[in-house]
């Protein structure tokens, strides 16, 4: 079976940063695959085009520029807030605002976003927004698992059940 639309796919891979001889960013072992809907918006668009009509036991090695991956770094990302947003019960938690800390945040519309903490002066917060693998040229290598339909449940759902999939 191909890999196509509405397949679930199951895959190990190991991320490296820039190309083969990069550092290690991120691996998956062959036991505890990535497990995703083909096609589904899941996953980053070019990511999925390079492993279009791979079949079970395929290997798979490619790489994703930057603007294919995760974007590049925005400055308009990184903005200085109040630190007094920053605030719980009336006092400032410190440990909290630790350089380089990650901290959820809504946006003025509601969307959440991940912030890291860049630096903390006597009344702000400088915050970096930027997904954290922005800029990054990301090298993938890996190979195909599993390859089945997506059960109707799945498809309506958006996302995988049972093995590798959502957990309750």
């Known amino acids: 079976m191909q890999v196509t639309k509405n397949k679930v796919v199951s895959l190990s891979y190991l991320l490296k940063k820039d190309n083969s001889q990069g550092e290690i960013i991120e691996q998956t072992k062959d036991s505890d695959p990535l497990v995703f809907i083909y096609g589904n918006g899941q996953m ?8 279009s009509n791979l079949v079970i036991g395929d290997n798979f090695e490619f790489t994703l ?3 294919d991956a995760y974007g590049e770094i925005e400055s308009d990302a990184i903005i200085d807030l109040d630190k007094d947003i920053f605030m719980i019960d009336g006092k400032i938690d410190d440990e ?9 945040m809504r946006d003025d519309q509601g969307h959440m976003l991940q912030g890291i903490v860049v630096s903390v002066s006597d009344n702000s917060v400088r915050m970096d927004f930027n997904h954290p693998m922005a800029g990054n040229v990301l ?7 599993e390859v089945r339909e997506a059960t109707a449940e799945e498809l309506n759902h958006g ?3 049972g093995a590798g999939g959502h957990h309750h």
């Open 139 to 145: 090298h993938f290598k890996g190979k195909i698992i």
């Open 44 to 51: 980053l668009p070019k990511f999925e085009e390079h492993l």
């Open 96 to 104: 909290m605002l630790t350089i380089g800390n990650i901290i959820p």
């Open 159 to 161: 996302h995988v059940h």
């Open 65 to 67: 520029q930057s603007a």
